[in-house]
């Protein structure tokens, strides 16, 4: 689908002011769910002998409807859907939803009939096979055959738009309590002819959506969805996805190391964080998210702030940040003075602050407090603050302290949150009254601070310049299979400026003490034709006389008849593992891992779409828990981080140069030497064409 059929035209489809409901019980449901929401166009049942339904005239073909539709619901089965399309689009109808299943997701037979749809419905757009459809709270419109939770936007209002690939999870979302204002609800189901980022474009222009979230099982279009990114950063639309397949990585045992390392969703994972859509794990997380970024909109940083009046609360707020991004940065002496005025002796003034229940009720101290926190300029601020059961008791105490909060948050602008240890404790109707003051209502702490950290992660994507385009995926070639032996892959390594250590092939003893002389000492000896030479015994290290040497090319000459001597490289300070694999979707895809014998066994690692400048490299060696080394640890060098840049940058060269045949390449470990000395490719793997594992 990458590239097909852009700049089909939704405006009709997503919001129509005519509807053709086409089939039985399903499209009965259709017609009940538009009155019930208050659909104000025409809605005109299709069925071949009801007279009527639901009180509405019934036209027996589409060939009779009194006009166009601008959207259909084709609720029959599969079989007469493709005839039904054909008979939309010769009628002009803006597109439909194709609710039946057994298309491609059956097998041949019904990626057959697929085709056949797609054929029949040309640039009409169809969305799915095999989904429910499409939900718009703004103007009314449920081609959804089923219930839901949704309710109709009030005139002027704002909302999220989800866009799923499964119906059953977004009927779920629709029932959410968590005053999330929805605009769209979509379903992409089989995306037969229109894909997830075609949809989402669309939806971005909807001047009605403040941010969109996605349910992602695949990528539909890499370039469709680097212009949903860019177009959303030029809207100030954030989007958040949630995408699944983590548990799903191709951890198999490979021909590298970083096949093992970089698996189909580890690329994913890259490719959001470069476009700047925000990741999230779980559905209550996404939700919240949306409710953020629709109140706030992206976050300029990761520092927040956090106020209770329980120690209790402050506890578990720091507690919930450890091991986060985001983090509570100290008051300064200034910033607590005003503070602790309000305060008293008695109370600790800190970030959480625990403002104590000595200013409860009390709604000048209150506005006070809050103030002197919220002039502290974090990026976010947090008040913790559960409802009373309604049922049993009292707010009224707690609408002051909302009320004191939100005139703080207008004086100071401060992008800000009330936030529930337990969902249960906001309401709907609570939730709907702080986003009224433009109060962010979230349920959950944990969920919070992801969603503080999703918000974030937009805001600084959007502070930097839009990312290169992902470097266009080409199939490798498969009749050129070649897997060269360390010294070739070495030699080629070093034409695109990548440092090498001096050596020679040895194919007799006669040629060793020339080698060695020619080297210097110390030297390494490796058995050329073995691809993880560690595990069978390989390698031989730190040599210093020509006696060890001539001892262990007996011993490695039992494992190969070509023997490898090279220089030791001394002096290193950090082992990395950069390695390219190639993805279905994203083509070569770079890894950049602690390295060494233990690689697998620690799981450093990170993952990066090509091409990527020097600062996303420098960002991602950051991010290993090794980056410690490179600043110097506990007294030893530091390590050349420049030479590793740039050596890292010599390996992108080197796939743009085989990107039509390369299949795998590993450096591990690539050797950083002290600041000056430059990073060393101590060993080489590179696989060309479709080649073996063995």
Same mark, same amino acid.
């Given at each position: 689908?990458?590239?097909?059929? %852009?700049?089909?035209?939704?405006?009709r489809?997503?919001?129509?002011?005519?509807?053709?409901?086409?089939?039985?019980?399903?499209?009965?449901?259709?017609?009940?769910?538009?009155?019930?929401?208050?659909?104000?166009?025409?809605?005109?049942?299709?069925?071949?002998?009801?007279?009527?339904? +639901?009180?509405?005239?019934?036209?027996?073909?589409?060939?009779?409807?009194?006009?166009?539709?601008?959207?259909?619901?084709?609720?029959?089965?599969? *079989?007469?859907?493709?005839?039904?399309?054909?008979?939309?689009?010769?009628?002009?109808?803006?597109?439909?939803?194709?609710?039946?299943?057994?298309?491609?997701?059956?097998?041949?037979?019904?990626a057959?009939? *697929? +085709?056949?749809?797609?054929?029949?419905?040309?640039?009409?757009?169809?969305?799915?096979?095999?989904?429910?459809?499409?939900?718009?709270?703004?103007?009314?419109?449920?081609?959804?055959?089923?219930?839901?939770?949704?309710?109709?936007?009030?005139?002027?209002?704002?909302?999220?738009?989800?866009l799923?690939?499964?119906?059953?999870?977004a009927?779920?979302?629709?029932?959410?309590?968590?005053?999330?204002?929805?605009?769209?609800?979509?379903?992409?189901?089989?995306?037969?002819?229109?894909?997830?980022?075609?949809?989402?474009?669309?939806?971005?222009?909807?001047?009605?959506?403040?941010?969109l979230?996605?349910?992602?099982?695949?990528?539909?279009?890499?370039?469709?969805? @680097?212009?949903?990114?860019?177009?959303?950063?030029?809207?100030?639309?954030?989007?958040?996805?949630?995408?699944?397949?983590?548990?799903?990585?191709?951890?198999?045992?490979?021909?590298?190391?970083?096949?093992?390392?970089?698996?189909?969703?580890?690329?994913?994972?890259?490719?959001?964080?470069?476009?700047?859509?925000?990741?999230?794990?779980?559905?209550?997380?996404?939700?919240?998210?949306?409710?953020?970024?629709?109140?706030?909109?992206?976050?300029?940083?990761?520092?927040?702030?956090?106020?209770?009046?329980?120690?209790?609360?402050?506890?578990?707020?720091?507690?919930? +940040?450890?091991?986060?991004?985001?983090?509570?940065?100290?008051?300064?002496?200034?910033?607590?003075?005003?503070?602790?005025?309000?305060?008293?002796?008695?109370?600790?003034?800190?970030?959480?602050?625990?403002?104590?229940?000595?200013?409860?009720?009390? %709604?000048d101290?209150?506005?006070?407090?809050?103030?002197?926190?919220?002039?502290?300029?974090?990026?976010?601020?947090?008040?913790?603050?559960?409802?009373?059961?309604?049922? %049993?008791?009292?707010? *009224?105490?707690?609408?002051?302290?909302?009320?004191?909060?939100?005139?703080?948050?207008?004086?100071?602008?401060?992008?800000?949150?009330?936030?529930?240890?337990?969902?249960?404790?906001?309401?709907e109707? *609570?939730?709907s009254?702080?986003?009224?003051?433009?109060?962010?209502?979230? +349920?959950?702490?944990? @969920?919070?601070?992801?969603?503080?950290?999703?918000?974030?992660?937009?805001?600084?994507?959007?502070?930097?310049?839009?990312?290169?385009?992902?470097?266009?995926?080409?199939?490798?070639?498969c009749?050129?299979?070649?897997?060269?032996?360390?010294?070739?892959?070495?030699?080629?390594?070093?034409?695109?400026?990548?440092?090498?250590?001096?050596?020679?092939?040895? %194919?007799?003893?006669?040629?060793?003490?020339?080698?060695?002389?020619?080297?210097?000492?110390?030297?390494?000896?490796?058995?050329?034709g073995?691809?993880?030479?560690?595990?069978?015994?390989?390698?031989?290290?730190?040599?210093?006389d020509?006696?060890?040497v001539?001892?262990?090319?007996?011993?490695?000459?039992?494992?190969?008849?070509?023997?490898?001597?090279?220089?030791?490289?001394?002096?290193?300070?950090?082992?990395?593992?950069?390695?390219?694999?190639?993805?279905?979707q994203?083509?070569?895809?770079?890894?950049?891992?602690?390295?060494?014998?233990?690689?697998?066994?620690?799981?450093?690692?990170?993952?990066?779409?090509?091409?990527?400048?020097?600062? @996303?490299?420098?960002?991602?060696?950051?991010?290993?828990?090794?980056?410690?080394?490179?600043?110097?640890?506990?007294?030893?060098?530091?390590?050349?981080?420049?030479?590793?840049?740039?050596?890292?940058?010599?390996?992108?060269?080197?796939?743009?140069?085989?990107?039509?045949?390369?299949?795998?390449?590993?450096?591990?470990p690539?050797?950083?030497?002290?600041?000056?000395?430059?990073?060393?490719?101590?060993?080489?793997?590179?696989?060309?064409?479709?080649?073996?594992?063995?």
């Amino acid at each position: 689908m990458e590239g097909e059929g %852009r700049g089909r035209n939704f405006d009709r489809l997503l919001r129509p002011k005519s509807i053709a409901v086409i089939g039985g019980r399903q499209a009965k449901a259709v017609v009940e769910q538009c009155i019930a929401l208050g659909f104000a166009g025409e809605i005109w049942p299709v069925h071949p002998s009801k007279q009527e339904i +639901c009180g509405l005239k019934a036209y027996k073909t589409i060939e009779a409807l009194p006009s166009s539709p601008d959207a259909a619901f084709i609720g029959i089965n599969r *079989q007469h859907t493709v005839a039904i399309v054909e008979a939309l689009r010769r009628r002009n109808a803006g597109g439909a939803i194709c609710y039946a299943s057994g298309f491609s997701e059956t097998g041949s037979t019904g990626a057959d009939l *697929q +085709c056949a749809l797609v054929t029949a419905a040309g640039h009409m757009p169809i969305i799915g096979p095999n989904c429910y459809g499409l939900l718009n709270y703004a103007d009314g419109v449920a081609l959804w055959p089923d219930q839901h939770g949704g309710g109709r936007l009030a005139a002027g209002q704002k909302g999220v738009a989800i866009l799923t690939q499964s119906s059953n999870i977004a009927i779920n979302m629709t029932m959410q309590k968590r005053g999330l204002p929805v605009s769209y609800v979509l379903t992409a189901g089989n995306q037969a002819q229109t894909g997830l980022s075609e949809i989402a474009l669309s939806l971005l222009e909807d001047e009605r959506v403040s941010a969109l979230g996605l349910h992602i099982e695949g990528f539909d279009s890499i370039s469709g969805f @680097e212009a949903v990114a860019k177009r959303a950063r030029a809207l100030k639309k954030p989007v958040v996805a949630m995408k699944i397949g983590r548990s799903l990585q191709a951890r198999h045992a490979s021909f590298t190391h970083t096949a093992s390392l970089a698996g189909s969703d580890a690329a994913a994972e890259a490719f959001l964080k470069r476009l700047g859509i925000a990741r999230v794990k779980t559905i209550p997380t996404f939700l919240e998210t949306l409710k953020l970024l629709h109140v706030t909109g992206p976050l300029g940083g990761f520092s927040i702030s956090s106020m209770s009046c329980s120690g209790g609360e402050a506890s578990l707020m720091a507690d919930a +940040c450890f091991g986060r991004k985001v983090f509570f940065p100290p008051l300064p002496a200034a910033q607590k003075r005003p503070i602790e005025a309000q305060l008293g002796a008695l109370v600790t003034v800190d970030n959480p602050l625990d403002y104590h229940t000595y200013i409860w009720g009390n %709604r000048d101290r209150l506005e006070t407090t809050f103030t002197g926190m919220l002039n502290a300029g974090f990026d976010f601020n947090c008040l913790v603050l559960d409802f009373p059961r309604p049922d %049993r008791c009292s707010a *009224q105490d707690w609408w002051i302290t909302v009320d004191a909060f939100e005139t703080a948050c207008r004086k100071t602008g401060a992008k800000s949150a009330i936030v529930s240890t337990l969902p249960e404790n906001l309401s709907e109707d *609570q939730a709907s009254d702080l986003i009224a003051r433009n109060i962010a209502p979230m +349920c959950g702490i944990d @969920e919070t601070l992801e969603a503080i950290e999703a918000a974030a992660t937009i805001g600084q994507a959007w502070a930097k310049p839009s990312p290169a385009a992902v470097m266009a995926s080409s199939r490798v070639n498969c009749s050129n299979n070649h897997v060269p032996d360390e010294a070739e892959a070495k030699i080629l390594l070093s034409r695109c400026g990548i440092k090498i250590p001096t050596g020679q092939k040895l %194919r007799g003893t006669d040629e060793i003490a020339a080698a060695v002389e020619k080297i210097g000492f110390p030297v390494v000896l490796k058995a050329l034709g073995i691809a993880h030479k560690s595990e069978h015994n390989a390698v031989r290290l730190n040599l210093g006389d020509i006696k060890a040497v001539r001892k262990a090319t007996a011993e490695l000459k039992e494992l190969s008849e070509e023997i490898y001597v090279e220089a030791m490289i001394e002096h290193g300070v950090v082992e990395l593992l950069v390695g390219l694999v190639r993805d279905d979707q994203f083509g070569l895809v770079m890894t950049i891992a602690t390295g060494g014998t233990m690689v697998e066994v620690l799981q450093d690692s990170q993952t990066m779409l090509l091409p990527s400048n020097d600062e @996303e490299i420098e960002q991602a060696l950051r991010a290993l828990k090794g980056s410690v080394f490179f600043d110097g640890f506990r007294g030893s060098d530091k390590a050349d981080l420049p030479a590793a840049i740039a050596t890292i940058k010599a390996v992108q060269e080197f796939a743009a140069l085989n990107a039509g045949q390369l299949s795998e390449l590993d450096i591990n470990p690539l050797i950083v030497c002290a600041h000056g000395c430059g990073a060393v490719a101590a060993d080489a793997l590179i696989k060309f064409g479709s080649g073996n594992n063995e």
